[in-house]
């Protein structure tokens, strides 16, 4: 059974840092694709970034490149997104995502299993 546990979301002032963590079980990190989305309040769910067997990562929107580091830790089964030079336009809830295959999408559809989700509120 997979799952996936994110931790690390809270408030943080803008122009601040956090680092999401999820935890994996089930799987392995290191030979799925694994990704992070957010929903913002009134939107819908967004790709955001992702991870390949090989580390190969993408970024989306635009408006994270830069700021935003995907990682994991093979040893811990975990992933990470660092997140720097936060925005209120940040805000959102993240999750965690896992596919079935080694390779990175940017589809939602592609991604078979899903954490609960993390609050991330960056104030102005």
């Known amino acids: 059974q997979v799952q996936l546990v994110e931790s690390g979301g809270g408030l943080v002032q803008a122009g601040g840092s956090l680092t999401l963590s999820c935890a994996a079980s089930g799987l392995t990190v290191s030979s799925n694709a694994m990704a992070w989305f957010r929903q913002a309040p009134g939107k819908e769910r967004e790709f955001v970034a992702a991870i390949d067997w090989s580390a190969l990562r993408i970024y989306d929107p635009d408006s994270v490149k830069g700021r935003f580091t995907i990682s994991r830790d093979n040893a811990k089964n975990t992933l990470y997104l660092q997140m720097n030079s936060l925005k209120p336009e940040d805000t959102a809830v993240y999750y965690c995502?896992?596919?079935?295959?080694?390779?990175?999408?940017?589809?939602?559809?592609?991604?078979?299993?899903w954490g609960q989700g993390t609050q991330v509120t960056v104030s102005s």
């Open positions: 995502a896992a596919r079935s295959s080694a390779s990175i999408t940017r589809a939602e559809s592609g991604y078979a299993y």
